[in-house]
């Protein structure tokens, strides 16, 4: 194992919700990046930078922070893992309990769906 400590690069990062440029050297990497994480500790050395990219191998890095590169997880299975978990019964049960539940085509589906996301938005927060 090496003793070298991690080169530092030049990072620009332009975000707003929904979007972010960011550079590594004035080399444009958003395009490949789902998310990021800056964590600086203002009484340590540089900032840590790391990416969530799609394509760990398709990116490039140079610039003045440590550098670390996350493969970001598919979330399939833990959707799977969270769907395998709902009782069917409970989950009809509460949609059509909704106070929102109206009679326009597709609105038990609809229901359903926000009744979900509610319930992983609990979990989420458990």
Same mark, same amino acid.
Not at 14 to 21: E, K, T
Not at 56 to 72: K, Y
């Given at each position: 194992m090496s003793d070298q400590q991690p080169t530092a690069h030049g990072v620009r990062i332009?975000?707003?919700?929904?979007?972010? *440029?960011i550079r590594l050297d004035g080399t444009e990497v958003g395009h490949d990046v789902i998310g990021y994480t800056l964590q600086h500790d203002v009484h340590g050395s540089l900032p840590q930078l790391v990416l969530h990219i799609r394509q760990?191998? *398709?990116?490039?890095?140079?610039?003045? !922070?440590?550098?670390?590169? !996350?493969?970001?997880p598919d979330p399939a299975e833990t959707i799977r893992t969270f769907l395998c978990a709902v009782n069917p019964v409970q989950l009809e049960q509460a949609a059509l309990d909704r106070d929102d539940l109206d009679d326009e085509r597709y609105a038990l589906t609809r229901a359903m769906l926000t009744q979900l996301m509610e319930w992983a938005d609990e979990r989420g927060a458990a």
């Open positions: 332009d975000a707003q919700p929904g979007s972010a *440029s760990p191998a *398709s990116a490039t890095f140079e610039g003045l !922070a440590h550098v670390a590169v !996350a493969d970001q």
